[in-house]
């Protein structure tokens, strides 16, 4: 299916957002995921579908000091 994903158009396989942060191997406590404008909380992702058009926003924390 077809989404932008940061702002890119990818075509991507994953049905849930859950299955989207597995393909990519991201730690879940470093990030926060937006769907379509709204923040999603962490409880949610598994049972999130993912559709054709969607937007997602994959945003990592970064330390530093």
Request: net charge negative; charged share 15%; hydrophobic share 45%.
């Amino acid at each position: 299916m077809q989404l932008k994903l940061n702002g890119e158009p990818r075509e991507l396989q994953a049905a849930t957002v859950g299955q989207l942060i597995s393909s990519h191997k991201l730690n879940p406590e470093a990030i926060v995921i937006e769907l379509n404008g709204a923040i999603l909380q962490k409880q949610a992702w598994a049972a999130t579908a993912l559709n054709e058009g969607d937007q997602v926003e994959i945003v990592s924390f970064v330390g530093g000091g």
